[in-house]
């Protein structure tokens, strides 16, 4: 495997080969980052995997990103750099489990956020981002229960956002869920011309300290263009690289975690993919997403009405 700058150039060159395009979340290693074609969160993510006209679909981020990149557009060969890149809310709620639930609650809707499997995607009604939640659950019908999975962090701040009630699913993020109210209090006391920004899968308590709350991408524009010149970061690290380059004159602080021996909060599966799992999935088309045609068009319907209802 080349290193260094050829590993950069090969990663080009197999990208003209193949007539690929790279896809990464906010999260991914900076030099992924660097050579992606298009950065986003999972909503942008989406959307830029549906449109492509690329043989090929290069997507750096975690499993149930790819997996939506290849159910919304499934004549592409959709490669991820490496498939353990799991995450915890997608493995916390299987579609069984779903299936279950409404079974338990007769007449519910189940609304489920995009950090889920294929399998759990095709028991829902609709699908949410973190970006476009808000506005899909208050258009939903008053008049019959409402289900939302799988993170139970993300349900409380919506009900309390729109007042809406839910049967939350009890599943969370444990990169987001690592937060410390306490040092973060204590941060915020330390920099008194600092706002604390938060991503909506945080706990209620750092929530309720927070100055903003959104997605990665409400997040970074937060940043951009408030007044503010110190930010108090709450979510994933791998999003600095990012706010860095469209706010240089700004300082941005990481969010201190519980754990003290560690000042860090980042997702383990996020950055399991390198550059040189790049390389080799490109190289190789492979690891590829494959599924199951039926189940792709089941998963299909509820991302479809998702998308139909976001801006
Ligand atoms: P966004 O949709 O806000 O990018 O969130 C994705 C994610 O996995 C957050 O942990
Ligand atoms: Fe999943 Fe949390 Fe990692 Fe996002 S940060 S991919 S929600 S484990």
Request: proline content about 5%; charged content about 25%.
């Amino acid at each position: 495997i080349p290193q260094g700058e050829a590993l950069v150039e090969a990663i080009l060159q197999l990208k003209k080969e193949k007539n690929a395009v790279i896809l990464a979340h906010y999260y991914q290693p900076a030099e992924i980052q660097d050579i992606a074609d298009f950065l986003g969160d999972s909503l942008q993510l989406a959307r830029q995997a549906k449109d492509t006209e690329a043989d090929m679909i290069a997507f750096c981020g975690v499993h149930f990103m790819a997996e939506a990149a290849k159910i919304l557009n499934p004549t592409k060969k959709v490669v991820l750099p490496d498939t353990q890149a799991g995450c915890s809310l997608a493995d916390g709620c299987s579609g069984e489990g779903l299936r279950k639930m409404r079974a338990q609650y007769p007449g519910a809707l189940i609304a489920t956020y995009i950090n889920c499997n294929a399998e759990t995607k095709a028991e829902s009604d609709i699908i949410v981002t973190s970006s476009n939640a808000e506005t899909i659950i208050r258009s939903l019908p008053q008049d019959r229960p409402l289900i939302f999975a799988p993170d139970k962090n993300l349900g409380r701040y919506l009900m309390k956002k729109t007042g809406r009630e839910m049967i939350l699913w009890d599943g969370s993020c444990i990169v987001h869920e690592a937060f410390s109210m306490e040092r973060i209090a204590q941060q915020l006391h330390e920099h008194p011309d600092a706002k604390l920004i938060a991503h909506p899968e945080s706990e209620t308590a750092v929530l309720d300290l927070a100055h903003f709350i959104g997605s990665t991408s409400a997040l970074l524009n937060y940043v951009e263009k408030d007044a503010a010149t110190k930010f108090i970061v709450a979510t994933e690290e791998g999003i600095l690289h990012e706010m860095r380059k469209r706010a240089p004159g700004k300082t941005l602080i990481p969010a201190l975690v519980f754990d003290e021996s560690c000042n860090c909060s980042e997702c383990f599966f996020m950055k399991r993919n390198t550059m040189e799992k790049l390389y080799l999935c490109m190289k190789y088309e492979l690891p590829e997403i494959t599924m199951d045609e039926e189940l792709r068009q089941k998963a299909l319907v509820p991302i479809e009405k998702m998308l139909a209802l976001s801006t």
